[in-house]
């Protein structure tokens, strides 16, 4: 079943135990991270940033469109964290490189040779009851 929600409103729920945020486009790839990131919203602009930062704008940051993303889906991948992948529509839905994916906690520590993580693992399962695996953004 798909969950008709916000860009806003899916990253809200995921982003009290975001492991790592990944933006894409064909020159590069940015990585936020941490489990300290806030997310304020304006009429055009989504802004995740660090909870610690004086102001959204002072450290590092990530300005994302609204409008950017119309569709998410959960992917989940063997011997890796699941994530939520974002889409500018669900026919783009090609390959394993979304422009925009967030990334569960891991399911690995991987300072202990790889060992599973229970808890995060419990975490996700948890999670997709609740809110679902397939997401059309409004």
């Not at 989504?46 to 704008?57: D, G, K, R």
Request: glycine share 6%; with cysteine; charged share 30%.
């Amino acid at each position: 079943m798909t969950r008709q929600i916000t860009t806003a409103g899916l990253i809200r729920k995921i982003l009290p135990k975001i492991g790592t945020l990944i933006l894409r486009n064909d020159s590069g790839s940015m990585e936020l991270r941490g489990q300290d990131l806030k997310l304020k919203e304006s009429a055009e602009w989504l802004t995740l940033y660090h909870a610690s930062a004086p102001s959204s704008e002072s450290r590092s940051h990530l300005h994302l469109r609204k409008k950017a993303f119309r569709y998410a889906h959960i992917v989940e991948r063997d011997g890796g964290s699941p994530c939520i992948a974002f889409w500018p529509h669900k026919q783009d839905r090609t390959g394993d490189r979304p422009p925009l994916c967030v990334f569960f906690p891991s399911f690995y520590d991987w300072e202990r040779n790889k060992a599973p993580i229970a808890k995060n693992r419990r975490y996700f399962r948890k999670w997709i009851e609740r809110n679902g695996r397939e997401f059309k953004l409004e």
